[in-house]
């Protein structure tokens, strides 16, 4: 089956500065990827997610990139500022026998120190 | 629109005992998808439902089931509870559940074992 790795588990960054969360996955039929942020005694939330015929997506502050070949996408958080702090979680999704499978990674946890 | 809905939020049971979980999806949305989230293990997928059959399991214990009704409501029970079912269990649901839908989460079941 699918396995996704995230790194790192936590991250503490200052405040304007950037964050980077990396994901690798196993299975190369996973063809959509999003990114979840989950604060603290809440739920997840999409925050952007990429299909596997984009290399790259931005939205405002936050970007993904996909490098099918090497089976790995990260998420970029540019200028962070505290209320970026939560628990972010990467999946891997893909179709099988018409039915989809999703894949979470462990999440990480992230800190913008002000 | 509203969102996706799960009751109850809290739940205080002892060993031995069993559980119904109820989630609700968003209006028109057709698949749902039970996570179980502890603090060690992150996101465990449970099982997905569409159209009220089963099409996807994780691998959980058959304590674990559910079943999900004509309006896409689904239900979750655990029964002969045991310390180790103490988590958050998110309910998230999408559209059809093929393709690259996005799925959107609940605030989750807190449940605790005593």
Same mark, same amino acid.
């Given at each position: 089956g699918e396995n996704v790795e995230q790194h790192p588990s936590t991250l503490s960054v200052q405040e304007g500065d950037s964050a980077v969360i990396k994901c690798t996955y196993?299975?190369?039929?996973? &063809?959509y990827f999003p990114w979840y942020k989950q604060e603290l005694g809440k739920r997840p939330q999409l925050i952007i997610d990429i299909r596997s015929n984009v290399g790259e997506k931005k939205d405002q502050r936050i970007a993904v990139t996909l490098n099918k070949t090497a089976k790995h996408f990260s998420l970029h958080i540019t200028e962070?500022? !505290?209320? /970026?702090s939560a628990v972010y979680f990467c999946a891997a999704r893909k179709m099988s026998g018409g039915y989809q499978k999703v894949t979470f990674g462990i999440g990480t946890k992230l800190q913008v120190i002000p | 629109k509203a969102g996706v809905t799960q009751t109850p939020r809290y739940l205080i049971k002892t060993r031995g005992q069993q559980v119904t979980l109820s989630c609700s999806p968003i209006s028109g949305h057709r698949s749902v998808s039970w996570y179980q989230q502890t603090p060690g293990q992150g996101l465990q997928f449970l099982f997905e439902y569409f159209s009220e059959t089963q099409r996807n399991k994780g691998n959980? !214990?058959?304590r674990f089931s559910g079943r999900q009704f004509s309006n896409s409501r689904s239900e979750m029970n655990v029964s002969?509870?045991?310390?180790? /079912?103490s988590a958050l269990y998110l309910c998230a649901s999408s559209l059809?559940?093929?393709? &690259?839908q996005p799925q959107h989460f609940g605030d989750g079941t807190r449940l605790s074992i005593l």
């Amino acid at each position: 089956g699918e396995n996704v790795e995230q790194h790192p588990s936590t991250l503490s960054v200052q405040e304007g500065d950037s964050a980077v969360i990396k994901c690798t996955y196993s299975d190369s039929a996973s &063809n959509y990827f999003p990114w979840y942020k989950q604060e603290l005694g809440k739920r997840p939330q999409l925050i952007i997610d990429i299909r596997s015929n984009v290399g790259e997506k931005k939205d405002q502050r936050i970007a993904v990139t996909l490098n099918k070949t090497a089976k790995h996408f990260s998420l970029h958080i540019t200028e962070t500022q !505290p209320e /970026d702090s939560a628990v972010y979680f990467c999946a891997a999704r893909k179709m099988s026998g018409g039915y989809q499978k999703v894949t979470f990674g462990i999440g990480t946890k992230l800190q913008v120190i002000p | 629109k509203a969102g996706v809905t799960q009751t109850p939020r809290y739940l205080i049971k002892t060993r031995g005992q069993q559980v119904t979980l109820s989630c609700s999806p968003i209006s028109g949305h057709r698949s749902v998808s039970w996570y179980q989230q502890t603090p060690g293990q992150g996101l465990q997928f449970l099982f997905e439902y569409f159209s009220e059959t089963q099409r996807n399991k994780g691998n959980f !214990p058959g304590r674990f089931s559910g079943r999900q009704f004509s309006n896409s409501r689904s239900e979750m029970n655990v029964s002969t509870l045991e310390l180790g /079912d103490s988590a958050l269990y998110l309910c998230a649901s999408s559209l059809y559940g093929t393709g &690259n839908q996005p799925q959107h989460f609940g605030d989750g079941t807190r449940l605790s074992i005593l």
